[in-house]
Nanobody
């Protein structure tokens, strides 16, 4: 089992910054990929950023150049640095890990953290 706990959300004015953290506990044989999704009211959950086991990253077009995903393997923590925030970034942000376990492959999710950007 893997447990993920997000933190760092909050209320910020447009143009401001926030850094989200996703702390992982538990164990997996390996982590295939990890990243962040977000879901705004009335919208489907959308991929924001992803980092794979090789350290390669990919971003949604809407956040390219503003958001940076990173990880600290020693701390088992992943981050999402969000700069130049816009009101349309308002959503609940979820972190996930796609893990190879002993018996199968599983995806784990955090509980979500609210990000609200005021205009």
């Amino acid at each position: 089992q893997v447990q993920l706990v997000e933190s760092g959300g909050g209320l910020v004015q447009a143009g401001g910054s926030l850094r989200l953290s996703c702390a992982a506990s538990g164990s997996a044989v390996s982590i295939i990929s990890m990243g962040w999704y977000r879901q705004a009211p009335g919208n489907q959950r959308e991929l924001v950023a992803i980092i794979n086991s090789g350290g390669n990253t990919n971003y949604a077009d809407s956040v390219k150049g503003r958001f940076t995903i990173s990880r600290d393997n020693a701390k088992n923590t992943m981050y999402l640095q969000m700069n130049s925030l816009k009101p349309e970034d308002t959503a609940v942000y979820y972190c996930y890990q796609d893990c190879l376990m002993v018996a199968d492959r599983r995806t784990y999710w955090g509980q979500g953290t609210q990000v609200t950007v005021s205009s």
